[in-house]
């Protein structure tokens, strides 16, 4: 290659960094003004009823958010993960109520608080209430409005209080002609005081999942619409805000979003602003996420653009692409598509569908603040915590500040708050006039033991919290007790902060009672409403470790008053005896300190788990329920070490005859520990012993890779175990872990199930693999087994598929390697070419299997996928373009052969030497039920009887022959009538 082409390559390279980092300025694309229609105040003799009907409201104008499979990060846990919940106590809501019941689908749940009112509005109808709750206009249709508004019902309503002009507005659009209908109270008071309306025309284009944002020169509005030229079409709609406040034609102005990808759906935000002090004109922000799981994005980040209208010549407006805040700026890699962008996604209890997480969407409202020395907006957006597992939900936030007026935005703080396995997602989060902050969220788990049905709680954070974290114990508005019938949710939930105060925070949000939508209203508060409230949040030291006599004790102390406070009276009890000493330092308000006591405390009885009680007893304190605490502290063994994780090797295509064994091992013990002894074993073979040579901290991993490698080069499945061998070891019962893995001789990598092909749900037996992730068009699911019992020779298999098949083109076919090749032939295929017609609908197929069907583990093979595309769906090694491969095991026994024949004809008895005396006692038979082991010498004398149980693939006994003589023995397996004699020699 000659220098030439180099040059030409260093050029091409230049030009491209260049171009990227250019910022793109658009002009508007559309103008339109509109006239106001007077509305008188709304009165009960023209209220016209809400529909009463079930009514699929204006399903989204969106394709799938299209993925590049394998493409994006993190591939593991989403680095901002808060994983536990916040411990800083929090009240209930001091007001919660039902707003509507509906079957509208979705809801589309909006309110806002004014000083005296709250206006809620959902599909599509609204009602009005006072501040305490009381119905002052009953539920009735948006035509009820009047003007602009009469007759229309199209749907997708949003209301919104401008604080800096005391009025409410409610929108919703027509499509007679397309447009947007709003209306602006003439007043304070949306009941009685009338409305101003206007219908602002968009131009031939329905402006889907609208949402409307406060600014000082304008009404902004966002949509959905024109996914694939959302660079060059309307999409950003400005009203001239000026003017609907006193009721005078208006202007109407709608930009592109120049540079942005989109990849189907989308949903960007304006920043709402809110609060005493209006922003300056212009420079209005625009904001939207970008995954790089997306063609065309290269690292995750948040967008922002600036709008700027001239009201007096609208062509010279302009839409700026003004930041790119990534990985530089702050912005932790996030997975904001699930499912590989399809909207069925997130798994509730009962017989519901599941839900869709409401992905790619800015969730309502942005919401912009203005303090001494700063701006603030928050924000948020659902995420999968971890792609590589099964979805899981959680809320993506942040805090973004501004330094001056003129100044670039950048990332105070972010998070992403998935404290458990639950599934958190239509967040709306709001900063107060303290910088307190508030996120109202929906929780919902599948789980069998723990079911959540869709239900409505709030968290938050204190200003002089640790960044990045929800410090505030969830709290619960309201628990659903029924699925949600459909997958459509929301398409939003809205939370706003009371104007009249600054501080008090108002969630609307729905949930379930059998068909009906529920929306829920609270209101709640972080900011204190006492002077005087000291307790204690933590307990932080000493934490479970090998503990001695004398221990200090650590508390965080939090003030939850308004006040500072000093010379704190603080104390703890422990076994029966009370220590009490005085924090002198000074707590502000809504902040919190550690505080150790001077006297030391007795740990020291290894093993022992001690309860520690501590309180606080600030004098006059106004609130004692957050005084004390309890916290068990564990005295750990100094010695407990284990395996945790087999990490290597995994199923892949023609395993070699040397691979290495590499484990995660695990320090559970109180001291830090070196030189483990560590084993690993391939099936039942001998054990290979080697020595862990580097240290583990207490409750540290580490991964260790054996010196010596293991054969898997025959076609099949292995059993893989390995342990640890500390002298001394506390617990044993965590000391070892066992896997699966396959050596096959091909392994279909490479299909596309972004649009929801192949198997999403697979139950036969024992096993039940539900929410199954879209990859890379495989899986390994050869460590879920199940007994086929032959004897029976009658099994049920139920499968699902995401995809919504229009004809007979979703289909599966199944094998079993009844010979353990590690191929499937067709002669092994169990189901071929079975029709898979509606998404998240489960199908069950009963089978059987021919009657000398080998017993023991064999490996089983599912493919599904879209045979109207490339790639043969009954090849078991073809890469279909649209499907999945799935690999599991099955266990074959026969519950008509009696115990005879099991271990007289179909058992071998082995006797592994494992040198120093130690031997192996195996029996590889697929029957179950406990057996005896006896040992003998040649003498006839019993050395040794004792149960031994089936582990999985036979029955084992490790044997310690170092007491023993030099000589013959004899071991046996069985019951008392029947078993297997093997002869074996002590050197």
Same mark, same amino acid.
């Given at each position: ?50 529909k ?9 104008? &969106? ?8 493409? +994006?990060? #993190? ?18 809501p ?31 109808? !609204? ?33 919104v ?19 947007f209908?709003?209306a602006?109270?003439?007043g304070?008071?949306?009941v009685?005081? +009338?409305?101003?309306t ?14 409307? /944002? ?12 024109? $996914?694939?030229?959302?660079d ?38 304006g ?6 002090n209006?922003?300056p &004109? ?11 799981a997306?063609? +065309?994005? #290269? ?8 709008v700027?209208v001239?009201?007096?010549?609208l062509?010279? /407006? ?13 912005v ?32 309502y409202?942005?919401?912009?603040? &203005? ?17 590589t ?44 006039d303290q ?10 788990d ?6 959540i ?16 974290i ?5 709290? $619960? ?7 949600n019938?459909?997958?459509r ?45 000291v ?50 330092d ?12 001077s006297?030391t ?6 093993g ?57 091992i ?6 830090e ?19 862990? #040579? ?6 540290e991993?580490?991964? !260790? ?24 070891? !506390? ?51 050869? +460590?879920?087994?199940t ?22 083109e979703?289909?599966?076919s ?8 590690? /191929?499937?032939?067709?002669?092994e ?12 609908? /489960? ?10 069907? #080998?017993?023991g583990q ?43 024949d099991?271990?007289?004809n ?70 008392r ?11």
């Amino acid at each position: 290659m000659n220098k030439n082409f180099y040059l030409l390559l260093l050029f091409c390279f230049y030009f491209q960094i260049n171009s990227f980092a250019q910022k793109d300025i658009a002009k508007p694309v559309f103008r339109d003004s509109a006239q106001a229609i007077f509305s008188s105040s709304i009165s009960e003799s023209r209220l016209v009823p809400p529909k009463d009907e079930h009514k699929l409201y204006n399903p989204r104008n &969106r394709g799938i958010n299209k993925v590049i499979p394998g493409k +994006g990060y #993190p591939k593991g846990i989403d680095p901002a993960l808060q994983s536990k919940k916040g411990a800083v106590p929090s009240r209930l809501p001091s007001l919660s109520f039902d707003g509507v019941t509906t079957r509208s689908t979705p809801s589309d749940p909006t309110g806002v608080a004014g000083l005296n009112h709250y206006l809620n509005a959902w599909n599509s109808a !609204f009602s009005i209430y006072d501040k305490e709750g009381n119905i002052l206009m009953q539920p009735a249709s948006l035509a009820s409005i009047g003007g602009e508004f009469e007759g229309e019902t199209l749907g997708d309503p949003i209301v919104v209080y401008d604080q800096f002009a005391d009025r409410f507005l409610i929108s919703q659009f027509s499509d007679t002609p397309d447009s947007f209908l709003i209306a602006v109270s003439k007043g304070p008071d949306p009941v009685n005081d +009338g409305w101003y309306t206007y219908r602002f025309s968009t131009n031939d284009v329905l402006p889907d999942y609208p949402k409307i /944002s406060v600014w000082s020169d304008g009404y902004y509005i966002t949509t959905n619409k024109s $996914s694939n030229t959302a660079d060059e079409s309307q999409v950003i709609y400005v009203m001239e805000r000026d003017k609907m406040l006193v009721g005078e034609t208006a202007q109407f102005v709608s930009f592109p979003l120049p540079g942005i990808e989109t990849n189907g759906f989308y949903s960007p935000a304006g920043f709402n602003a809110m609060g005493d002090n209006m922003p300056p &004109r212009g420079n209005a922000p625009i904001i939207y996420l970008q995954d790089d799981a997306w063609a +065309g994005v #290269p690292e995750d980040h948040l967008k922002i653009w600036l709008v700027n209208v001239d009201w007096e010549d609208l062509s010279n /407006s302009t839409i700026e692409e003004s930041q790119e805040l990534g990985s530089a700026s702050g912005v932790s890699p996030f997975t904001a598509t699930f499912d590989g962008g399809s909207f069925s996604n997130l798994a509730q209890p009962g017989n519901g569908p599941d839900i869709d997480a409401l992905q790619a969407t800015m969730m309502y409202m942005t919401q912009y603040r &203005r303090f001494v020395d700063h701006n603030s907006v928050v924000m948020n957006f659902v995420v999968d915590v971890d792609p590589t597992q099964a979805e899981h939900a959680g809320i993506r936030w942040y805090e973004l500040r501004q330094y001056n007026d003129s100044g670039e935005w950048s990332v105070y703080q972010e998070g992403t708050y998935a404290p458990d396995k639950s599934d958190r997602f239509s967040g709306s989060i709001g900063i107060d006039d303290q910088g307190n902050i508030g996120l109202g969220f929906t929780i919902l788990d599948d789980s069998p033991a723990t079911p959540i049905f869709p239900s409505i709680r709030y968290t938050g954070r204190y200003s002089g919290d640790q960044l990045g974290i929800m410090t505030l114990e969830e709290q $619960s508005i309201v628990e659903g007790n029924s699925p949600n019938p459909s997958t459509r949710y929301g398409d939003y939930a809205h939370l706003t902060v009371d104007p009249l105060d600054g501080l008090t925070f108002w969630h609307n949000a729905e949930y379930f009672e059998g068909n009906n939508r529920i929306n829920r209203i609270a209101k709640f508060k972080l900011a204190p409403d006492v002077t005087a409230d000291v307790g204690i949040t933590e307990i932080s030291a000493p934490i479970d470790a090998s503990l001695g006599e004398n221990e200090r004790i650590t508390v965080t102390l939090r003030n939850f008053g308004a006040n500072s406070q000093s010379d704190i009276p603080v104390s703890y009890t422990l076994n029966g005896q009370t220590v009490t000493e005085i924090f002198s330092d000074r707590i502000e308000g809504s902040s919190s300190k550690e505080f150790t006591f001077s006297e030391t405390a007795d740990f020291s009885e290894t093993g022992r788990r001690y309860e520690v009680f501590a309180r606080t007893s600030l004098e006059g304190d106004q609130n004692s329920e957050n005084d004390t605490i309890t916290r068990f502290i564990r005295n750990l063994p100094p010695k407990d070490v284990g395996v945790t994780d087999i990490n290597a090797p995994v199923t892949r295509e023609n395993l070699g005859n040397s691979e290495r064994i590499t484990v995660t091992i695990e320090n559970f013990g109180g001291e830090e520990q070196s030189n483990i002894p560590i084993w690993f074993q391939k099936g039942n073979n001998n054990r290979i012993e080697e020595i862990y #040579p580097g240290s583990i901290p207490v409750g540290e991993k580490a991964v !260790f890779s054996f010196q010596q490698t293991t054969d898997l080069s025959g076609n099949g499945r292995y059993r893989i175990s390995s342990g640890t061998a500390l002298e001394d070891d !506390f617990d044993p019962t965590n000391d070892t872990e066992q896997i699966s893995v396959a050596s096959l001789n091909c392994i279909p990598e490479g299909s596309n199930c972004s649009f929801g092909d192949g198997i999403s749900y697979f139950q036969l037996g024992d096993i039940l693999n539900e929410r199954i992730p879209c990859s890379d068009g495989y899986n390994d699911y050869i +460590g879920f087994s199940t007994n086929l019992d032959r004897a029976q020779n009658n099994y049920t298999l139920t499968v699902q598929t995401f995809f919504d098949a229009d004809e007979e083109e979703e289909k599966f076919s199944m094998w079993i390697d009844l010979d353990d090749n590690g /191929s499937f032939e067709s002669d092994e295929r169990i189901f071929t070419d079975i029709p898979l017609l509606n998404p998240s609908t /489960s199908y069950s197929y009963d089978f059987s299997l021919p009657e000398d069907a #080998p017993l023991g583990q064999h490996l089983l093979r599912i493919r599904a996928g879209d045979t109207s595309y490339d790639g043969d769906l009954n090849s078991p090694c073809s890469v279909m373009e649209y499907g999945t491969t799935h690999d599991y095991s099955v266990n074959i026994i026969d519950s008509d052969l009696d115990i005879e024949d099991f271990i007289l004809n179909e058992a071998e008895l082995l006797v592994l030497d494992e040198n120093n005396d130690q031997y192996r006692v195996v029996l590889e038979t697929s029957y179950n039920e406990p057996l005896r082991i006896t040992v003998h010498n040649v003498l006839g004398q019993k050395m040794l009887e004792n149960k031994v149980e089936n582990s999985q693939d036979g029955y084992v006994y490790d044997l310690d022959m170092s007491y023993a003589a030099r000589g013959v023995y004899l071991v046996r397996i069985g019951t008392r009538k029947v078993g297997k004699v093997k002869r074996f020699i002590v050197k």
